[in-house]
C-alpha cells in the first residue's frame, strides 16, 4: 500500500500550491494549499513555502491514515524537498521515495489546482502542460489586463522583477524592464527588453535568428555559431529592427 503525493501550480504563476495525497488501494484523495502568500515577495525568500509544503504533506498523511509501514512517494519537485526530510526522520528511509508522478495521483492534483485558479475566472489553456512558456505569458496576459488580481500571483519570483507591472510590489531591479509582446512571425509570446513600438514587427529569439541566417545567407557571409542557438521564447530576449 502506497501514499503518492504531488504538487500542482508550482511552477504556473497564478494561485498558491496544490498539494494532493492519493491512497493507491482505495482511491481516497485529499489536497492542501500552499498559500500564495509563501511566493510573494515578503515571504519568497525565506523559503518557508518549503516548511509550509511540508506541514500540509504530514495533515494530509494523517488525514489518509497512512500506517507506519506504508510507502510514501512523493514528487521529485523542490517543494517537496523538507516534507522528505521530515518524513525520514519519522519512517524507515526505502519508504519514503522521490517519483515522477503520473496517473490517478497527478491528475486529481491537477484538476484540484485547475478549480482553484478557474475560481479566480481565468481559464487555463488547453495545452498548459506541454506548453509551459506559453501558458506563463498567458496568465502574465491576464494579469495585466487585471492588475487588482496581482494579489493572486506569484510575485516573489526573481525573474519578475524585470517587468514593469511586477516592478512596484518588488522594488527597483538594475537590468532593464521586459515586455511582453507577440511575434509578428509566429504568434508566438515572447518577452523584449524595449516597449513594442504598434507599428513595426517584433519577433521572438527564434524567428528573429532565422530572419537573420537568411538574410546573411542572400549576402553570403557565414553565420556565427552564437547566432544559431535558439533560446526558449520564456528567457530569450528579443530584437525589434
Ligand atoms: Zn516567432
Redesign the pocket.
Given at each position: 500500500m502506497t501514499i503518492i503525493v504531488d504538487d500542482a501550480g508550482s511552477g504556473d504563476l497564478l494561485f498558491g500550491v496544490i498539494i494532493g495525497a492519493y491512497r493507491t488501494d482505495t482511491g481516497d484523495f485529499k489536497c492542501g494549499l500552499v498559500d500564495v502568500k509563501f511566493f510573494q515577495p515578503e515571504l519568497y525568500c525565506s523559503k518557508d513555502y518549503l516548511t509550509e509544503a511540508a506541514r500540509i504533506t504530514l495533515e494530509l498523511l494523517a488525514s489518509l491514515k497512512a500506517k507506519p509501514d506504508e510507502e510514501v512517494h512523493l514528487c521529485q519537485g523542490y517543494i517537496f524537498d523538507v516534507a522528505a526530510a521530515e518524513l525520514k526522520k519519522t519512517l524507515d528511509e526505502k519508504l519514503v521515495q522521490r517519483i515522477r508522478v503520473t496517473g490517478e495521483a497527478q491528475r486529481l492534483t491537477e484538476i484540484a489546482y485547475l478549480d482553484e485558479i478557474r475560481n479566480l475566472g481565468y481559464e487555463p489553456l488547453e495545452e498548459r502542460e506541454e506548453k509551459r512558456a506559453k501558458s506563463f505569458f498567458h496568465m502574465m496576459r491576464w494579469l495585466k489586463a487585471k492588475p487588482e488580481m496581482l494579489k493572486y500571483a506569484k510575485t516573489g519570483w526573481p525573474r519578475l522583477k524585470r517587468y514593469r507591472m511586477f516592478k512596484d510590489r518588488q522594488g527597483n531591479d538594475e537590468s532593464k524592464p521586459l515586455h511582453l509582446a507577440t511575434?509578428s512571425?509566429?504568434g508566438?509570446e515572447?518577452e523584449v527588453p524595449f516597449k513594442p513600438d504598434p507599428h513595426r514587427p517584433v519577433?521572438?529569439r527564434?524567428?528573429w535568428g532565422k530572419r537573420r541566417r537568411e538574410e546573411r545567407k542572400k549576402r553570403g557571409t557565414p553565420t556565427p555559431r552564437h547566432a544559431r542557438r535558439e533560446g526558449s521564447p520564456e528567457t530569450s530576449a528579443t530584437i525589434q529592427p
Amino acid at each position: 500500500m502506497t501514499i503518492i503525493v504531488d504538487d500542482a501550480g508550482s511552477g504556473d504563476l497564478l494561485f498558491g500550491v496544490i498539494i494532493g495525497a492519493y491512497r493507491t488501494d482505495t482511491g481516497d484523495f485529499k489536497c492542501g494549499l500552499v498559500d500564495v502568500k509563501f511566493f510573494q515577495p515578503e515571504l519568497y525568500c525565506s523559503k518557508d513555502y518549503l516548511t509550509e509544503a511540508a506541514r500540509i504533506t504530514l495533515e494530509l498523511l494523517a488525514s489518509l491514515k497512512a500506517k507506519p509501514d506504508e510507502e510514501v512517494h512523493l514528487c521529485q519537485g523542490y517543494i517537496f524537498d523538507v516534507a522528505a526530510a521530515e518524513l525520514k526522520k519519522t519512517l524507515d528511509e526505502k519508504l519514503v521515495q522521490r517519483i515522477r508522478v503520473t496517473g490517478e495521483a497527478q491528475r486529481l492534483t491537477e484538476i484540484a489546482y485547475l478549480d482553484e485558479i478557474r475560481n479566480l475566472g481565468y481559464e487555463p489553456l488547453e495545452e498548459r502542460e506541454e506548453k509551459r512558456a506559453k501558458s506563463f505569458f498567458h496568465m502574465m496576459r491576464w494579469l495585466k489586463a487585471k492588475p487588482e488580481m496581482l494579489k493572486y500571483a506569484k510575485t516573489g519570483w526573481p525573474r519578475l522583477k524585470r517587468y514593469r507591472m511586477f516592478k512596484d510590489r518588488q522594488g527597483n531591479d538594475e537590468s532593464k524592464p521586459l515586455h511582453l509582446a507577440t511575434c509578428s512571425e509566429c504568434g508566438e509570446e515572447c518577452e523584449v527588453p524595449f516597449k513594442p513600438d504598434p507599428h513595426r514587427p517584433v519577433y521572438c529569439r527564434r524567428c528573429w535568428g532565422k530572419r537573420r541566417r537568411e538574410e546573411r545567407k542572400k549576402r553570403g557571409t557565414p553565420t556565427p555559431r552564437h547566432a544559431r542557438r535558439e533560446g526558449s521564447p520564456e528567457t530569450s530576449a528579443t530584437i525589434q529592427p
